[in-house]
């Protein structure tokens, strides 16, 4: 009951910082385009969560991740206040916002696809650590596609506030490999920590 209730409470959150950025939007058009992927994955997420008996901990980081494209949605990709306050630390008058919004993309959902694949193939090593990366940097270019095909059928305005590449001629391999570094961290980070708790393990049996 109490796990039902952490869910129920995540997402009433979430549905009321969508509802929030349906307030006074940039653009309702960029509103619409930046929820799209979110409206599709949210519940997606929830079926494939309890589909393979995912922990809260992952349905946190799903909820943590999604409301950086909420935040989108509402100000607008090159116009989200923090983004203007986080540039000065990278020596850059560029809105960095959307750049965490890809690495956050790669280092928050890794560990929940990577519940969801442990628990349908088992303890693989290699493979329980592949597909979740493989699916994110692929859906990754898939998105970078669709950023292309907005600016290719859509006006000048709206395809700049969606795209958001801010006259960065190379955006869309940053944005990429922003994705690729947040899915390498937290590999990284999770081995170590597998291989810290091993040996900590093994030193507790040798002293008992």
């Known amino acids: 009951m109490a796990k039902s209730k952490f869910k129920i409470a995540l997402l009433t959150i979430f549905i ?6 349906a307030v006074n939007p940039l653009s309702g058009e960029n509103w619409f385009l930046e929820l799209l992927p979110v409206i599709i ?14 922990s809260d901990g992952s349905y946190l980081l799903i ?13 607008g990709v090159g116009y989200v206040p923090i983004g203007f306050e986080l540039s000065t630390w990278f020596n850059t008058t560029r809105n960095v916002f959307d750049r965490f919004t890809h690495f956050f ?8 696809l990577y519940e969801m694949i442990k628990y349908e193939i088992g303890n693989r090593k290699f493979m329980n650590y592949m597909i979740p990366a493989a699916l994110l ?29 801010q006259d960065d001629f ?15 961290l937290v590999i990284t ?20």
């Open 170 to 184: 190379y955006d869309t391999p940053k944005d990429m490999a922003m994705t690729f570094i947040g899915v390498f």
């Open 41 to 54: 994955f949210v519940p997606l997420f929830i079926y494939l969560g309890e589909r393979f008996r995912i």
């Open 105 to 112: 993309y790669g280092f928050l959902l890794f560990y929940p």
């Open 137 to 165: 940097l692929g859906m990754a270019s898939v998105y970078e596609i669709l950023e292309w095909l907005v600016f290719e059928f859509s006006g000048p305005r709206l395809s700049f506030l969606f795209i958001g590449a």
């Open 16 to 21: 009321l910082a969508v509802l929030g950025s």
């Open 63 to 75: 909820f943590v991740y999604m409301i950086m494209p909420v935040i989108q949605a509402h100000y």
């Open 189 to 208: 980070i999770m081995l170590i920590s597998k291989k810290i708790f091993h040996l900590r393990r093994v030193a507790y049996k040798s002293i008992i």
